[in-house]
């Protein structure tokens, strides 16, 4: 394993049982993920999403996952010690994420910096979906059943569901975004 000097920030945590500690690490402008003798390596300027997430009800567990195009990574605040008890790491986590929105807002200015958490616009694009996929089997179910007329009744009712849920979609509560330069004490303390 290389030498770390003073000017890599980084934080650690073992993650389940019977894994070894993972460490990531910011170097420059790669982030680097270790984990016992195996080790990644992710651009920053390839970062496409950061997303932070907390539990509702507060707490210190904290949980990042950034994207980069297809590859993901998650990091947690809290190392796994034995069951049902947890170190908690959130100072090393903070540094280590406020850093990471810095350096990759910087080298990535496209990516998006938000929470993380369940999100309608979601859920009501996965009902859409469904319910599209009902309208197309009723149509078919039309062409080659004696109840037509029915068929395209109930198919074109939910067809304009279809078409009120679509025009809802842009007003529905997205995630909230984050100023990668200046992330809330809320979420990283």
């Known amino acids: ?112 910096f938000e929470t993380a958490g369940f999100k309608l616009a979601d859920a009501v694009t996965l009902v859409a979906g469904l319910l599209a996929i009902g309208t197309l089997a009723l149509l078919l179910l039309a062409v080659s059943s004696s109840m037509r007329g029915m068929a395209i009744d109930v198919a074109a009712r939910m067809a304009f569901l279809l078409l009120l849920l679509f025009a809802a979609v842009p007003w529905l509560p997205r995630g909230e975004t984050l100023d990668p330069h200046d992330l809330p004490t809320r979420w990283l303390p």
Do not use: N
Request: aromatic share 8%.
């Open 1 to 112: 394993m290389s030498d770390h000097s003073s000017s890599v920030l980084g934080h650690s945590a073992r993650l389940a049982p019977f894994q070894p500690e993972t460490a990531w690490s910011l170097e420059g402008g790669t982030l680097v993920e270790r984990r016992g003798g195996r080790e990644r390596r992710f651009e920053l300027e390839d970062l496409t999403r950061y997303r932070l997430a907390m539990p509702r009800g507060g707490g210190r567990q904290r949980a990042l996952i950034l994207s980069f195009g297809r590859r993901k990574l998650a990091i947690a605040s809290q190392s796994w010690r034995g069951p049902g008890r947890f170190d908690d790491r959130l100072e090393s986590f903070s540094l280590l994420a406020r850093a990471l929105a810095a350096v990759g807002a910087d080298l990535a200015p496209r990516a998006r």
